[in-house]
């Protein structure tokens, strides 16, 4: 037995306690008064008292000779040898008796403990003088006071201890314990005492040799009272077992006569149907639940069998287990089994079998125990059924898709010109259809396309939703690959037909990618990357078509999460360098501001076109720290240029800024942030937007230039022209400045011609009070043309070509000359460009 630490805490305590009452008993013991008496009295009481005990029968309790002799020694010579010699008693009786030593110094500190408070309660209470404790003539009423004290406190003090003990080692309460085990105890140290007494009297009158001869007699009598005990207890177990077995054989006539009825009324009752068959399978005797279950009577039952009633799918193997059964192969058996109802549905059961002999043919009868389980297999199937199809469409989802290409892929590894072919189908703006008519619309668009998926399948074929506005089809078999083809094109024309939904008329189309399997593709993974890497590329040809996967879209692929890769390092490692190209001022041919241009140099593929990881940046989520990275190294270098001939002495800068920006509701906060840290002024930074971020985050955008405009940051529209234009935006928003698009420009003729788009943006800024901004100039006919037009700014090869910052600053301290047409508007030949 493990003991607790609070009980090993509570044993060391008592130890402790006990070995300083020996202790004090020690240092007390009357010495000059010790005699060969005390002697002889103590080798007899551990020697032989702790070895005459008889046992109260019916309790576990004893009394024992030894407590009488520790009385007499308290009495005769004082407390402190009775403390030692009832010490030393305990120690040998528990050595004797005891495995765990521990326990024994244990038992000899609770006699120690008890035996200094019963000394202590006597002396407390003035019954401590030696005419007292020895009962002499005059102290006879004192010295029964004395007796009761001792043997009280005694009983209290030792058995109390011993409680507290057995409730923390067994866990119970010890009021509980000292009363199951140790109140009955007190006979003893009642005996005790009361002998303890009459052996001092007699001593008084005949001397100590009373004491000696007493202990061959009390041992004889002891003995003779323990062996009538024990008879005394023989026959009472013998009385007891008598009145035992005859209220057993009471009880079990009882239940033979009750054993029938309550079988009959369990049999009868029970919640689950119960049967009992002849061998050969002939209904004998049914119960009510059975006939609930199967919707037969009892008497439909009695004429005929089990096997007429089980579905044909399940009788083989019924008859299989129950022959194994009669065989005595299998001691029962238990399955799911499928009956016919009398209704003529199908009932699912859970149904056990096992044998019963039969006293009178010799032969085992069946007794068949049947539950019905349809609502649970209903409730299964459900599961199983929603586990695997997509809540919205009932299309099958991701998981059952990929078990099914899983096993199709299996089988056409395993099997020759078995094929298997993915068509990965991703909706074409289908955020525009939630973001405009609400996600119930979007639903409903979702259900009708999935039902438009469905037609023109093949029976084998399957079609599934992966998620959101994710599908796929899946194609096995033996088949032309040109027909799964023809199920994209066929797609295509579904989708050509406008959707009715809740009175709007809604078009959709699709980006498809086609993948053939091959055996390159050992999983279905496989396959999913590159059907998924064929959507996409679909996605970028136009969307509303579809591509067939190829090897050079895996290596392209591959390319592109190489360089996204990189891309993420290159961000962590700030690698982007800012080249700055020079915007002049047309009638003045002064440097007005300069545009910032990032860049990347790849450290093994080289320079990376800006028109390539700019939109990959967008893509996966690290536009906004490019941008920052970009704006604070413009901001320190161009802030630390300072020109006299300027009137301020600083030059403005021009940087882009990504649409996908303004989804950061903290952009003006960040750019803040930057020119607050570089000490660049918020007059000299001109922000350049394209004209889609007002369809993307038009109410956002609106806001967040308002608020940089306000700071004096002047806002340019770039590319102006190219992409989506809504005039009302440019009255509507604090811009200051159009930039023409180098495509315009490109197609002005050296003679000055093919101007018109030119001169129409032109006039259309001057009316509405914006400067205008010419973009890509490479040709002085070009730029001739653009002064006659009044055109303020511009920038091109022509004029300076983009620059590294060390030489900007050298070119900004450079004057040089181009040579010019001679123009109406520009009287001088020569131009002299700063």
């Not at 149907?273 to 039952?301: C, M, P, R």
């Not at 079609?463 to 994710?470: K, P, Q």
């Not at 067939?548 to 290596?555: A, T, W």
Request: hydrophobic share 45%; with cysteine.
């Amino acid at each position: 037995m493990q003991f607790s630490r609070l009980t090993i805490g509570y044993m060391t305590a008592v130890l402790l306690l006990g070995a300083v009452c020996l202790g004090a008993a020690l240092l007390n013991l009357p010495i000059e008064s010790l005699d060969i008496q005390i002697l002889i009295l103590s080798a007899l009481t551990v020697a032989m008292g702790s070895r005459i005990t008889i046992q109260v029968p019916r309790f576990k309790s004893f009394i024992s000779a030894s407590e009488t002799f520790i009385f007499v020694a308290l009495l005769l010579y004082g407390g402190e040898v009775a403390v030692v010699l009832a010490v030393a008693e305990a120690f040998v009786t528990s050595w004797r008796v005891c495995n765990k030593k521990i326990t024994v110094f244990f038992n000899a500190a609770t006699h120690a403990i008890s035996l200094s408070v019963v000394v202590l309660a006597l002396k407390l209470t003035g019954f401590y003088t030696l005419e007292q404790l020895h009962g002499s003539p005059g102290y006879l009423q004192s010295f029964v006071i004395v007796l009761s004290i001792s043997a009280l406190t005694h009983f209290l003090v030792n058995t109390s201890l011993a409680s507290i003990y057995g409730s923390l080692r067994d866990s119970t309460p010890v009021w509980e314990t000292w009363k199951s085990k140790y109140i009955w105890s007190f006979f003893t140290y009642f005996i005790g005492a009361v002998s303890a007494g009459m052996l001092v009297q007699l001593t008084a009158v005949m001397g100590f040799g009373i004491v000696v001869a007493t202990f061959p007699v009390c041992f004889f009598v002891f003995m003779t009272y323990r062996m009538y005990m024990k008879n005394v207890e023989i026959s009472m177990q013998q009385a007891e077992q008598a009145e035992q077995y005859a209220k057993i054989l009471e009880e079990k006539s009882e239940a033979l006569q009750e054993s029938e009825g309550r079988f009959r009324s369990a049999f009868d009752y029970a919640p689950i149907g119960i049967g009992l068959l002849t061998s050969s399978g002939k209904w004998l005797k049914v119960n009510h639940a059975l006939t609930e279950i199967l919707g037969y009577t009892e008497a439909d039952f009695l004429e005929m069998d089990f096997q007429s009633i089980t579905l044909p799918e399940d009788l083989g193997l019924t008859l299989v287990k129950v022959h194994e059964l009669l065989a005595g192969k299998i001691q029962n058996c238990q399955m799911e089994q499928r009956y016919v109802h009398k209704t003529g549905r199908t009932v699912w059961t859970s149904w056990s079998v096992s044998a019963a002999s039969d006293t009178d043919s010799g032969q085992p009868n069946l007794i068949f125990q049947i539950q019905d389980i349809t609502d649970k297999k209903i409730a299964q199937e459900k599961l199983e059924h929603d586990a695997t199809h997509d809540a919205l469409t009932g299309l099958p989802n991701r998981s059952l898709f990929m078990s099914r290409l899983s096993s199709a892929l299996e089988k056409a590894h395993s099997t020759k010109n078995y094929r298997v072919s993915v068509l990965f189908i991703d909706l074409d703006r289908f955020k525009i259809v939630n973001d405009s008519l609400g996600h119930l619309i979007g639903d409903q668009l979702l259900k009708s396309i999935s039902e438009r998926l469905r037609e023109g399948l093949r029976p084998s074929d399957l079609v599934a939703r992966l998620g959101g506005d994710e599908f796929t089809i899946l194609v096995e078999g033996t088949y032309d690959e040109r027909e799964v083809t023809r199920i994209a094109e066929r797609i295509q024309q579904k989708f050509g037909i406008p959707f009715e939904l809740s009175g709007h008329e809604v078009y959709s189309s699709a980006s498809i990618g086609i993948l053939h399997a091959s055996e390159n593709h050992l999983t279905a993974q496989d396959m999913m990357r590159d059907a998924d890497t064929a959507m996409y590329q679909a996605k970028r040809a136009g969307k509303a078509r579809h591509a067939i996967f190829d090897e050079e879209m895996h290596r392209a692929a591959r390319e592109v999460l190489r360089l996204e890769t990189d891309l993420r390092r290159a961000v962590e490692r700030n690698e982007f360098t800012v080249q700055y190209q020079p915007i002049y001022n047309l009638t003045t041919m002064d440097v007005e501001y300069i545009e910032a241009l990032a860049r990347w140099n790849h450290p093994t593929l080289g320079p990376i076109s800006p028109g390539k990881f700019i939109p990959l940046a967008e893509e996966i989520g690290v536009i906004d720290r490019v941008c920052e990275q970009i704006l604070r190294k413009v901001c320190v270098e161009i802030g630390s240029l300072n020109d006299r001939r300027r009137p301020d002495g600083n030059y403005g800068v021009g940087v882009n800024l990504s649409c996908r920006q303004f989804a950061q509701p903290g952009l003006v906060e960040s750019i803040c942030g930057i020119l607050d840290e570089t000490a660049f002024s918020a007059k000299n930074l001109k922000l350049e937007i394209t004209e889609s971020v007002f369809f993307e985050y038009p109410e956002r955008a609106v806001d967040m230039l308002n608020k940089l405009r306000g700071l004096g940051v002047d806002i340019h529209i770039d590319d102006f022209g190219t992409g989506y234009s809504n005039l009302s935006y440019l009255m509507k928003l604090p811009i200051s400045t159009l930039k023409i698009d180098r495509s315009f420009v490109s197609i002005v003729d050296d003679d000055g011609s093919n101007d018109k788009i030119v001169e129409a943006i032109i006039d259309l800024a001057t009316n509405l009070g914006l400067r205008v901004i010419a973009e890509g100039i490479e040709t002085v006919g070009q730029l001739e043309r653009l002064r006659a037009l009044k055109c303020e700014a511009g920038q091109g090869y022509y004029l300076a070509k983009p620059m590294a910052f060390e030489t900007l600053k050298e070119h900004l301290g450079t004057k040089f000359s181009r040579a010019l047409p001679i123009s109406s508007d520009s009287p001088e030949t020569i131009l002299t460009i700063q």
